[in-house]
């Protein structure tokens, strides 16, 4: 089983739509969370921890789910420069950052 | 305005050539890291770095090596490189201490793209 499990998509939404996907991690024991977007052939880019309270960053929305182990994302009115693929990245061990295969958001005009 | 510097960004080698794949990072990070990345997949860790002088295998067993001399330069070397070793890979530094968020977040090159013929 992998660590980190993110459902591949794509979703495919219009502008202005409401997208919110998650992602699920298998140990429990894992400390931090995060989400990372990674364009199209690009390096990986941090968008935003992922705090126990839950926390919003502008148009984004992150959620922690101790309990069923899986964090979300949500995007409000969403953008075409929010296509992009969303890397769930999760911390175990200090070195050791498991990355999801990511969910692919493409925003259409 | 990259902070951390990858070299080549692209590189195409026949079987058995030995190459070596530039990281450099001017934030002063201690821990660097290696990530392989295939399309549509996960980055798996390949190698990683706490400071001069330490250096440790990832989770993904991995042909390569890597040496850290300096705090700022990471390089990984292929002695014969093969088709298999075709991926991009991902050098990516964070600093040792701090806050929750600034200890574990990574900032990444832009990726060496390796094909092996």
């Known amino acids: 089983r992998k660590e980190v499990e993110q459902d591949p998509g794509p979703f495919n939404v219009p502008e202005g739509a409401t997208v919110a996907f998650n992602c699920t991690y298998s140990?429990?024991?894992?400390?931090?969370f995060f989400w990372y977007r990674q364009d199209c052939r690009k390096e990986p880019k941090l968008l935003m921890s992922?705090?126990?309270s839950g926390n919003e960053d502008g148009r984004f929305t992150a959620q922690l789910n101790r309990a069923s182990q899986y964090i979300s994302l949500l995007i409000r009115d969403s953008k075409l420069s929010d296509s992009a693929t969303y890397l769930c990245?999760?911390?175990?061990?200090?070195?050791?950052?498991?990355f999801g295969a990511g969910t692919t958001v493409t925003v259409r005009a | 305005e990259a902070d951390i510097y990858q070299t080549p960004r692209y590189l195409v080698i026949g079987t058995g050539k030995k190459i070596t794949l530039e990281c450099s990072q001017t934030m002063g990070h201690d821990k660097m890291y290696w990530y392989q990345q295939d399309p549509g997949m996960e980055l798996h860790l390949i190698h990683y770095?706490?400071?001069?002088?330490?250096?440790e295998k990832g989770d993904l067993s991995s042909e390569s090596t890597v040496s850290r001399i300096r705090t700022e330069h990471f390089p990984l070397t292929l002695e014969s490189a093969r088709p298999s070793h075709t991926s991009q890979y991902l050098c990516?530094?964070?600093?040792?201490?701090?806050?929750?968020?600034?200890?574990?977040?990574?900032?990444f090159g832009a990726g060496s793209r390796l094909t092996v013929l």
């Open positions: 770095s706490y400071g001069v002088n330490s250096t």
């Open positions: 992922v705090y126990s």
């Open positions: 140990n429990s024991a894992s400390q931090s």
């Open positions: 990245v999760v911390k175990l061990l200090d070195y050791k950052l498991s």
């Open positions: 990516a530094s964070s600093p040792l201490t701090g806050t929750n968020s600034g200890a574990n977040v990574l900032t």
